[in-house]
Every structure is written in C-alpha cells, then in structure tokens.
C-alpha cells in the first residue's frame, strides 16, 4: 500500500478487499461519461473462477472509462501509471501461483518483468525520465524481509540492507536528481522512519518515529513528501505533508490516517488520502495547501489513492463499496465522483493511480 500498523497500506487493503466478498451484480449507476482530456486510470477487477471458486486478480488500465486488460491468464496487480509522449506505463506486480510475485510493468499493454519470481517483489511506483525507466518497490531479501528497491532500465539496485524492513513507495525526478520516498521499520520495536533517498543515498527524517512516506514530489527546489506523521503525544497518527524536511499535520485520527498521492501545481500542493481504518470505516478525503476540500458520493468507505491535476481540474482516483456491497473503481473530477465501472458480471474493482493528457492519444 506501510506499518505494522499497516506497512504497505494500498496493496494490503485491496488484497484484503479482494478476500471479503465475491459478488456479482448489476448496479443501476453510470459508468464514466467522456471528457475533455484523457484520463488514464491503473487498478483491476476481483474476478471468481467459476471452476475453482479461487479470486483472481486482474490489472485493467482504464481510458476514459474503456478497460484494457493487462493480463488474461493468472494474477496481476496495478499499483501505478505514468505517462511519457505516446507511451502508457503501468506498474504492479504478476503472480507466479507459488508465493512470490514478480515485480512488473507494462508499456502500452505489453509486460516487462523486472524480476524472475524466485523472491516476491512489487513496484509500488514508476516514473519517466526520456528513455529511462524507473520502477521502484521492495523485493524480499535473503531474510525474509523487504527492502526497498529501485530498478532503472530493468537494473536492480537495492536502496538498503534486509536487516531492517524497508520499502520503497513513490519516486520523482528532477533534472539530474532521482528522489525515492518510503519508510525503514525496526520490527522489535515496531517503529517506521521516513526515508528519501537522492540518487541512492539515504536521507532520514530521523526526527518522526512511527511514520513513513507514501508519496513525493518536486516543484523548482522543493521536496515534498507525504505519507503519515506521528506527534509521540499520544493523539495518534497525522495525514502528513513535509516540505524541505519540515511537517505540516494536515488531520489527526488514533485510528489511522495517510496521505496516498502527492500534486503540485503552482504554488498549490494537493494531496489525496484517507481517514479512518484499523478497524474503523475509510473515509476518502483530499487536501490544497492542507485545507480538506469536499468530495461528493461514496466517500463513507472509500478510499482516495491517486491525484492529478490538468489546469484548473483536480482528479482524484480510489474507489469505495455500492449500496449493493460490489467494490466499485471510480475516480472523481473536482470532487464529483465518475464510476468506472458498473459492476457486472464482477467481484469488484479498485482503481490506484491516475493520470490525465490534455490531448487524446491512441492506446
């Protein structure tokens, strides 16, 4: 997704969505109508095998409304989308029917397997720079442990040591720089530092135990990260922005709270995330320059977990359950929620990660 307390939290609340329910229904809602720019949005479909009654995850990478299925056979997993002149690239990870994953991208539908299965690993992230592809994610090393990890071109480079947990959750480039954003987790004492490594070498915010970074940005010579803050007052976790290294607590809950996806345009920072969880319902949210702003519909149980922005258009994607209780993908334009899909003939949809070109491009 990012603790123990919920390390990784997207992948982990979607998998476990994909275990709480198998059901097939018709809904009476729309699905997306159409719209000035191109809105590319990754996640997937819980589908039940009719022969073995088994779930099956599939990667669809959706254009304004239209799925494209990533995989057809086996199971797959989208975390991530970017875009770079005319290619579309999604981020995941494959299943292998055994216990490890093989991390994954896909570049306008086509696979590129970044790992041989023989250790599970995922890309959490993905951006790109010219002809460089970056992916970054974890893969488990020799002690059973994540480490957080950053491929280039398909060249792996471990950003730590297996001694502690470790992963690697949003990346950025600017100029010569390449920014990962993630977390280091000592498991006896069940803390999380947020770390931002620069061009592979590691900066800790060592001052906010029990935190981690989700996502990051950069806008001129700003670093932005967010993610989830801790004050150590005992008021619990903190939706969180850090700018140049200095917090900004934007909502407070003690029962779980986080920043998923970080904009900047301008002057304004834009955030998407959540409140709520650990037992408690989600509740999809999204921020400017630390304000919550209002979303419409399906927020109650949902889950905000990409932004972008296009102009003065700000597109949140996530996705929430229906009045019938079919997990539906969606993601919401100036906060007026645009169903992805209408749930037939599904067990449920989740959107990720979103992006938008101002002109349509063939895909």
């Known amino acids: 997704m990012k603790r123990g307390i919920a390390i990784f939290l997207l992948p982990a609340l979607f998998w476990l969505a994909a275990c709480k329910k198998m059901v097939t229904t018709q809904s009476s809602l729309s ?165 931002v490594w620069k061009n592979g070498v590691a900066q800790a915010y060592t001052f906010y135990p029990f935190s981690y970074a989700t996502c990051v940005a950069v806008a001129d010579s700003d670093l932005f990260l967010g993610g989830t803050g801790n004050l150590g007052d005992g008021s619990g976790n903190t939706v969180t922005c850090w700018k140049n290294y200095a917090p900004e607590y934007w909502a407070t809950s003690s029962n779980g709270v986080q920043v998923n996806a970080l904009a900047v345009s301008g002057s304004d920072v834009y955030a998407a995330g959540n409140t709520g969880g650990f037992g408690n319902n989600l509740m999809a949210h999204y921020w400017k320059n630390g304000q919550q702003m209002p979303l419409s519909g399906f927020v109650d149980n949902g889950y905000a977990s990409g932004i972008a922005i296009n102009g003065q258009d700000v597109y949140i994607a996530g996705g929430t359950d229906n009045s019938t209780g079919n997990d539906l993908a969606l993601y919401w334009k100036n906060g007026v929620p645009v169903v992805l899909s209408n749930g037939t003939d599904s067990s449920g949809l989740y959107a990720n990660a979103i992006a938008i070109e101002a002109a349509p491009r063939a895909y």
């Open 31 to 195: 699905p997306a109508v159409a719209d000035s720019a191109a809105v590319y949005v990754a996640g997937g479909l819980f589908e039940t095998n009719p022969a073995t009654g088994q779930q099956v995850v599939r990667a669809i990478c959706w254009k304004n409304g239209a799925p494209t299925m990533l995989t057809s056979t086996g199971s797959s997993f989208a975390t991530c989308i970017a875009l770079s002149g005319s290619d579309v690239y999604v981020g995941g990870m494959l299943a292998t029917g055994n216990s490890s994953d093989i991390a994954a991208y896909w570049k306008n539908g086509n696979v590129v397997q970044l790992t041989d299965g023989s250790a599970n690993a995922r890309v959490n992230a993905i951006a790109v720079d010219g002809t460089d592809v970056y992916a970054v994610g974890s893969i488990t090393g020799a002690n059973g442990l994540p480490v957080a990890t950053c491929w280039k071109n398909g060249m792996q480079t471990t950003l730590a040591s297996d001694t502690f947990y470790s992963g690697a959750n949003g990346i950025a480039i600017s100029g010569n720089d390449v920014y990962v954003a993630g977390q280091l987790m000592d498991l006896r004492s069940d803390a999380s530092t947020v770390i």
